[in-house]
């Protein structure tokens, strides 16, 4: 009964750590070579407006209209949606934030095959750049 009990407790404690580390996101390793990107497309109006349309179209869903992670998918996302808005976000490489927002991972997709086009990526970091506090 004694080792029954033991291993009651190491099994609730076991559930209990793989649950917290669901909770705590591995960090977004973003390779040297986008980290130094540089985004190809001027910051012009209209490929702003065009980031925007993007984003509407693409990203708006989980992230939200402005970016604080609250569209109406948001809450069928195991990890942190991130606020666009916030320094941390923004201090990020124009680089990093193509990387992130094309190849994706965990419930981030990919959209290499959706948006096939590079450069309407690099729109949407235009975009996301306007959405800071």
Request: aromatic content about 10%.
């Amino acid at each position: 009964m004694k080792t029954f009990k033991i291993l009651m407790i190491i099994g609730v404690v076991s559930v209990g750590l793989l649950s917290f580390t669901k909770l705590v996101q591995e960090e977004w390793k973003v390779p040297a070579k986008y980290q130094t990107m540089k985004n190809p497309i001027e910051a012009s109006k209209s490929n702003v407006d065009l980031g925007k349309t993007l984003y509407a179209k693409h990203c708006k869903s989980c992230h939200g209209k402005e970016g604080l992670g609250d569209g109406p998918k948001a809450e069928e996302v195991d990890g942190n949606l991130g606020d666009f808005s916030s320094k941390k976000f923004q201090a990020q490489t124009d680089g990093a934030l193509f990387y992130k927002s094309y190849f994706g991972r965990d419930d981030m997709p990919s959209y290499e095959k959706k948006m096939p086009e590079k450069d309407d990526m690099w729109a949407i970091v235009h975009y996301l750049r306007t959405l800071k506090k």
